[in-house]
């Protein structure tokens, strides 16, 4: 043994990963760690180095290895996040075509009040209404997958028990005969649903928020929109030829196979697996739900009192309660005083839905250049005049044009309602880019919850206006005159629009715009940027507060 050696300190761990990144031809002179080659074969030259330090001295055939192992880990890295892609895909894309797909029962549904039940148009339209009140109550599922944590996550499980409630309500109205022919058993089952369905789409949407901004996957929230559409397509297409050859009790059953189909991936999926950061500190998941709420809340309320956040929410409410909302009453018109079809009027709602796809594609392609304000100022342009083809309908202004009441349906009745829902999407992406760290669940689903009271507030408001003018079964002589009310109302929000802001900020930006203030009763907190927020709510402060407590 004839030992090269080289006098020094055994190196630390910071020397050692330095040397990791060496170059291809390492210089002996710059290494001082004690090395040992063993000579007795002259012609072997991979060095046996000693096991009393680390190395130190690499020799070629290591630095190609080495680099080796770098391309296999980006390799690993790529084929990890393509993975993480795949699953939620799988989740989210199928989630938000059970989403849409749920048109399906609903046209069953609404076809069996209006004929089997013969309820009358006010009061279908509030039972439509009524059964939305459990997603008003958003907000709080926001806040409860934001702050309270099951089995280490916070979206997927809630997806789950959302699902799982929609499985049992329509299933019972499949199953049990007695829950389709008394409306009080009937009402809460359709309550139950959409508390399940409130439920899964406020995990869906703070999930979607949350992958995307942490990726950096911008519009991701177009792409869940043309899922749903895709949903309200086949569920529309299929619902209308459906209800000539199924009863109403069958195409929940089917619905209801759907949503176990949700349920089990859903169940499968790990939130782990989708790279989605767990809270950084462990006792966060140990605190006391009612304070975690509480201070969750806490941060929703800020988050909300930010002009950037709630003048855009005032403008889109506004426009939404302020127009009465006399579907009830034009779906009964169509169907028993001009005796459609009932696959008309599916295929009709598959027309929407095409027209809310195709607008869908054409905004994630094009008209997300165009500034905000213009753009929302068109929609809702477009949306009033659109109320004028229910007016057509009514007086039979399509006959005098040789269109017949069915093509006329079926081409023109779903436009408004496309309009309406597309409206919806700027906001959702403004929103969802605005959102502070932590809050992505919460601040969704309050702009939902928003949206959706809104739609309760003009449906009453509908309701009250049918009333007014003496709508009945027997007499609709008096439509025409609320379409040109609707027409009216809608065109009042178009005074505010200065609430809309001018263009909308990608990524971080909108939220650097403003400034966090909060109120404690220590005192008053400013955070002039979101790496300041960050930094705050990643640090522990809660924590800190509480063990001084």
Not at 139 to 151: E, Q, R, T, V
Not at 464 to 480: M, Q
Request: hydrophobic content about 45%; overall charge positive; aromatic content about 10%.
């Amino acid at each position: 043994m004839n030992p090269l050696i080289y006098k020094g300190k055994i190196p630390t761990s910071p020397m050692i990963s330095r040397t990791q990144s060496h170059s291809p031809r390492p210089s002996f002179s710059n290494y001082r760690p004690i090395h040992c080659f063993n000579q007795e074969n002259p012609m072997n030259t991979k060095p046996k180095i000693s096991q009393l330090t680390s190395p130190k001295v690499i020799s070629n055939s290591h630095t190609l290895s080495s680099k080796g192992n770098k391309k296999v880990v980006v390799v690993a890295k790529e084929e990890c996040c393509d993975m993480r892609s795949q699953q939620m895909m799988i989740l989210c894309a199928f989630g938000y075509w059970v989403q849409g797909f749920r048109c399906f029962p609903w046209l069953a549904l609404n076809f069996h009040m209006a004929h089997y039940l013969n309820l009358h148009p006010s009061t279908l339209q509030l039972v439509q209404n009524t059964s939305n009140l459990p997603m008003v109550a958003k907000p709080l599922y926001g806040i409860l997958s934001d702050a309270l944590y099951i089995g280490g996550a916070h979206r997927i499980p809630y997806i789950s028990i959302g699902v799982l409630l929609q499985v049992l309500s329509w299933g019972s109205l499949a199953l049990i005969p007695v829950a389709g022919k008394a409306l009080p058993i009937l009402m809460a089952c359709v309550l139950f649903s959409n508390l399940g369905a409130s439920i899964t789409e406020v995990a869906k949407d703070a999930l979607v928020a949350e992958y995307g901004v942490k990726n950096k996957m911008a519009g991701l929230q177009s792409y869940a929109f043309m899922a749903l559409a895709c949903g309200g397509i086949l569920g529309n297409l299929l619902g209308g030829y459906s209800l000539l050859r199924l009863p109403p009790r069958s195409m929940c059953l089917v619905f209801a196979g759907f949503l176990s189909l949700q349920l089990t991936i859903s169940i499968a999926t790990r939130e782990e697996s989708l790279g989605l950061e767990k809270p950084i500190n462990q006792s966060l998941m140990s605190k006391p739900v009612l304070r975690t709420f509480k201070e969750q809340y806490s941060d929703l309320v800020v988050a909300i009192s930010e002009k950037n956040i709630s003048r855009p929410l005032i403008w889109i409410v506004a426009s939404i309660c302020l127009v009465p909302i006399l579907s009830g009453s034009v779906f009964c018109y169509q169907t028993q005083c001009l005796n459609l079809n009932p696959s008309i009027i599916g295929m009709s709602r598959v027309t929407s839905q095409i027209i809310l796809l195709s607008a869908t594609v054409l905004y994630g392609r094009f008209w997300r250049n165009v500034p905000l304000r213009k753009l929302i100022g068109m929609v809702q342009s477009l949306y009033a005049t659109s109320l004028f083809l229910d007016l057509a309908l009514v007086n039979q202004f399509n006959l005098k044009f040789g269109i017949s009441n069915e093509i006329f349906t079926l081409c023109f009745s779903g436009i408004t309602e496309a309009i309406a829902q597309f409206k919806l999407l700027p906001f959702q992406m403004l929103i969802a880019s605005l959102a502070p760290p932590g809050c992505e669940g919460s601040l969704m689903s309050f702009m939902a919850s928003a949206v959706c009271l809104s739609s309760i507030v003009g449906g009453f408001l509908g309701v009250g206006l049918a009333s007014i003018l003496g709508i009945t079964l027997d007499n609709y002589s008096n439509l025409s005159s609320g379409i040109i009310i609707q027409f009216i109302a809608a065109l009042v929000s178009l005074q505010w629009l200065y609430y809309v802001p001018v263009s909308q900020p990608s990524g971080e930006q909108g939220w650097k715009k403003g400034r966090i203030q909060r109120t404690r009763k220590s005192g008053r907190m400013v955070f002039n940027s979101v790496d300041e927020y960050r930094r705050e709510r990643r640090s522990g402060y809660r924590n800190k507060r509480l063990l001084q407590e």
